[in-house]
């Protein structure tokens, strides 16, 4: 049973160039989460999404930084225009119901040039 | 105010001694807590979780739950310096029953 996959693992943009990020969750995970950490910093939420649906975006930036979950394939997190400040490791995870546990993906580490 | 507050540490405790990790939490509807860790440069894991007051014990770690006082706590016990890495306590609760994360603890266990 695989577990959460993310791809890239690893990522390197120059400033202004488009981010994708992909999640594929668990197998009958239907909840997604998606999560920034900074070098030496916390884990921050980011946004909640289930198939098809945003459930909660209350941690994405107001502008360049977007999610989907489509009926068929797997979560994006795309972020437009991408500055040194974004820098980050971007893990997802997913679980089975809202208040289930999480199991996150190895993440994706984004370098901005 | 933080829905899950963690002390940053760092906390150093000598191999093969008890590390003593806590959590508190603001949402007192709160009925599920977790522990995760995470090696630097690795994504978060699951250790265990904790739905009822008192103590649960997985091997050599123990959460235990105080849902009067709002806290959880995790105690590793004969701490190897494998265990050295930054713990996360996650609560679901708040207004959306919600996940949330505290900014983890960072633990060095030295040989």
């Known amino acids: 049973n695989a577990g959460v996959m993310q791809n890239p693992r690893h990522l390197v943009r120059r400033r202004g160039q488009e981010a994708r990020l992909r999640c594929s969750p668990m197998k009958g995970h239907s909840h997604v989460y998606w999560y920034r950490q900074l070098p030496e910093e916390g884990l921050k939420f980011m946004v909640y999404?289930?198939?098809?649906?945003?459930?909660?975006e209350s941690g994405m930036p107001k502008e360049r930084f977007s999610a989907e979950f489509p009926k068929e394939g797997p979560s994006i997190l795309r972020i437009q225009q991408v500055v040194r400040g974004d820098s980050a490791a971007y893990f997802c995870?997913?679980?089975?119901?809202?208040?289930?546990?999480?199991?996150f993906g190895p993440g994706t580490r984004l370098l901005v040039l | 105010q933080k829905e899950v507050e963690q002390n940053s540490g760092p906390l150093s405790v000598p191999e093969g001694a008890i590390a003593s990790l806590n959590c508190t939490y603001s949402d007192r509807g709160s009925q599920s807590f977790f522990w995760y860790r995470q090696y630097s440069g690795k994504s978060p894991e699951l250790i265990m979780f904790?739905?009822?007051?008192g103590d649960k014990e997985d091997g050599r770690f123990t959460a235990q739950l105080n849902k009067a006082s709002q806290y959880v706590s995790l105690l590793i016990r004969d701490s190897q310096p494998s265990d050295s890495a930054t713990y996360l306590c996650?609560?679901?609760?708040?207004?959306?029953?919600?996940?949330?994360f505290g900014t983890g603890t960072s633990l060095t266990v030295i040989p």
């Open positions: 904790i739905y009822s007051n």
């Open positions: 995870a997913s679980s089975l119901d809202r208040e289930e546990t999480q199991y």
């Open positions: 996650a609560v679901v609760g708040g207004p959306g029953n919600q996940f949330y």
């Open positions: 999404l289930q198939k098809e649906n945003i459930i909660d």
